[in-house]
T-cell receptor, first 114, second 114 residues
Framework: AQSVTQPDIHITVSEGASLELRCNYS??????LFWYVQSPGQGLQLLLK??????LVQGIKGFEAEFKRSQSSFNLRKPSVHWSDAAEYFC????????????FGKGTMLLVSP | GAVVSQHPSWVICKSGTSVKIECRSL??????MFWYRQFPKQSLMLMAT?????????EQGVEKDKFLINHASLTLSTLTVTSAHPEDSSFYIC??????????FGQGTRLTVV
């Protein structure tokens, strides 16, 4: 069965500083990987996804992620964090027909300091 | 983009009563809908998968008689929490899948059982 590990429960970053959120996955086949963001009391918004091809994926809001098969990782990055980026971030691996069944990591809470 | 509407956004009910949560795909037909449960500061846990016109498939440990799922049309799935108890209090999120490469999430429902 697939699994996702997000080693950092929460991270604090100064506004304007760069950000990297870590994600490691375990899956027996080619993974389909996603990053979602969740604001308090809200649903999930897709930031980006990796299915195949270029291992550096660009997403919305200036986020990018790099798939590294050798490290089983799919870390999320942003060069300059804005206060509005404060939220919970979930990494997920897709499986099942159409890769629609998602297994989520436990999430990383991003706090942005002035 | 595709929109999934979940209603209500929050609900408070008395212990022993039943609560119905609706999940609608507003501008697309969803072949499959998923129901997740999220405890405070935890990840999303898949409860069940439903395909239009067929019985839902429940994840291990999820009581199908307590969490009734109906997917009567390609745009509507409902989750009914029967005989709710305080331990059922949680954040419930649905997602809808079109058969493409992405599942779209509703905004979630905060259920509080008192």
């Amino acid at each position: 069965a697939q699994s996702v590990t997000q080693p950092d429960i929460h991270i604090t970053v100064s506004e304007g500083a760069s950000l990297e959120l870590r994600c490691n996955y375990s899956y027996g086949a080619t993974p389909y990987l996603f990053w979602y963001v969740q604001s308090p009391g809200q649903g999930l918004q897709l930031l980006l996804k990796y299915f195949s091809g270029d291992t550096l994926v660009q997403g919305i809001k200036g986020f990018e992620a790099e798939f590294k098969r050798s490290q089983s990782s799919f870390n999320l990055r942003k060069p300059s964090v804005h206060w509005s980026d404060a939220a919970e971030y979930f990494c997920a691996v897709g499986a099942g027909s159409g890769y629609s069944t998602l297994t989520f990591g436990k999430g990383t809470m991003l706090l942005v300091s002035p | 983009g595709a929109v999934v509407s979940q209603h209500p956004s929050w609900v408070i009910c008395k212990s022993g009563t039943s609560v119905k949560i609706e999940c609608r795909s507003l501008d697309f037909q969803a072949t499959t809908m998923f129901w997740y449960r999220q405890f405070p500061k935890q990840s999303l846990m898949l409860m069940a998968t439903s395909n239009e016109g067929s019985k839902a498939t429940y994840e291990q440990g999820v009581e199908k008689d307590k969490f009734l799922i109906n997917h009567a049309s390609l745009t509507l799935s409902t989750l009914t929490v029967t005989s709710a108890h305080p331990e059922d209090s949680s954040f419930y999120i649905c997602s809808a899948f079109t058969g493409g490469t992405e599942a779209f999430f509703g905004q979630g429902t905060r259920l509080t059982v008192v």
